[in-house]
């Protein structure tokens, strides 16, 4: 069956046209993501026009290796420059940029495409194979069930604020109060706009994202000064980053796998995934000290997670035409467009196109390894600029993608006080991360808070009677206490009179 | 870290801590003027910050006796702090945002672009204009020219 649906999906894939329409779109992806501020909605935004004209599937191939492209080339300046072009890249910066500053900058991009690229095979693998009962198991999460996911992980990535989780609590509270501002989605009220018309439609990620890693960093640059990469050179190639994902096979395949968990359920996305991912790997690794050092596995699992997520995002989208994400709802526009509707009737009716696809992601997945480590060593010498020079440039790239966002200037004033925000994190070691995902996850939280009390009448012991909502919040809480209690006794080893 | 920085920390945490407290509190109090729907998730949220906050709070303070009581017996040498790139860290990116606010997104670049350059200490005039050109040629090629995006018009010229 599975033989069957790649061989019935090559056939309709491999023809030149659609071949140079997904190389095109990954080149174009790979430059576009790269840019601070713009990312996979916006390269997949510039393609749409030309695509109206194109047959169906050329037009959805394009689509979605853009948006893969742009997607990944969002990791490299998460670990070049510490400034994830993606809020899925997030997680990535953690040990990719350690690398970077040993001069393993080359490597630990080659580790970020080995990754990409083996999670987005295996994820469109798993699609094709298991399409069906994947979407039922993914329609058997409810709010309960997608509130629990919120938390859990939101304790876990307060938990990676390894001085003091009550730092990460604190930062994720205020994310999560951040997604508040701006009209309610549940009620339509308007809340802490503080009569701001520009706050009404809630504050945008890019701006926040942008001062918390992007101005925080510069700043940083500008008073450290020297390179990034504190070698003053760069050490190994892509290509051994490439060969040394398959060196952690365990950690690969266990982060694909939390990314296909993940990125199977409808409006969660791969942001959940990338950390769950990193933090899975740090709890189960014999070493966790090495993580947050430059730890391959580091970069390896919230890059397959995330890819693998967005690959299983696609079952969802297609087969029943719910949207895993704002990529899938632009692919599933695309072939609206063209006048077919997702759901039963591709999977009957399409299947030529369907599997074409997905076995054309394949395709794509493989070309954007060959150009992106073709890209990869040029891009890479950015850690070799002086700082006095990088720093005058990004902070003009910055403010001009803030600004292209939305075209608001407060935009840019919110990046210069999210700026601020990320000096004082980080001189007072609060960790930023928590405050991302509490603004990425607060809206899914709110809501389903809210479905699942009016499921329940107000009984708020829904979430604890369900199974699965159960044992995950189980899990958020036992990571909360097992973190305090393990910084607690570290602190009372390394400096007695603190702790 | 020295005693006088760990000091400094300590405060500095036990300060934001209580901004965040007084914050939280602003946010569940605030929430009250919220219809019935909207104001569930705000209020808990309020609840959980402050708990935090007051926890971090505690603990700095607890941190902050606990140094004051062992002071005397660290080292307090400070290390050398380039106060100069300290403030144009600061004052650089604030300043930026005000010019384009005040001249507009070309004007203000060209002046930021440069000007931060030469402050940062390079000298080398063919350096400063081919960094400012090319980071501008690439901005417009890549916003005005393929995205269509007008980037924005200072209010001095506007007027």
Redesign the interface.
Known sequence: MLLDSVLLGLSAALTWDRMLVMFVATVLGLVLGA?PG?GPL?AMA?LIPFTFTMDPLAAVLGLASISVAANCSGSFSAILLNVPGETASTATCFDGHPMARQGLATVAIGLSIGASFVAAVIGILAVIAVIQPLVSVALAFGPPENAALAAIGIAFVSSLARK?I??G??MA??G??LS?VGI?A??G?P??TFGLIELQDGIDLVPVMTGLFA?TE???W??E?GTISRLGRLEGSVWRGVFDTLRYPVSLVRSTLVGIGVGVIPGVGSVIASFLAYEVERLSSRSPGRFGQGAPEGVIAPEAANNSSISASLAPALALGIPGGATSALLLVALMVHGIRPGSMLLTGHSELLFGFLVGLIIGALMFLLVSVLFARPLALVTLVRA??L???F???C??GV??QD?Q?SD??LA?IF??VG??AK????PPVPLVLGLVVGRL??TS??QS?AISDGDWTIFFTRPVSGSLLAMAALVIVLTTLRGVRRKAIADP??S | MTASEKSTHAFGTAFVSAVALAGFLLIFVEAGSFGAGARLFPRLLGLVGAMSAAVLLGQSCLRILAQRRHSAQRSTAGSALDWRNVVISYVGPPAYAGLLYLLGFWIASVLGLAGLLVLLGERRPLVVLAITTGTLLSIYLMFEFSFGIRMPEGVLLAA
């Open positions: 840019m713009l916006a510039l003091s009550t730092k609590l604190v509270a205020l999560l109060w508040t309610d549940v009620n009220e809340r802490y101005v510069i700043v940083s500008i008073q000064r006095e020079l720093a005058p440039i902070l003009v790239l403010f001009a600004y292209a075209q200037f840019i004033l210069i700026g601020l000096c004082a001189a007072l070691d609060f939280l709110e808070v809210v009390l009179v603190e």
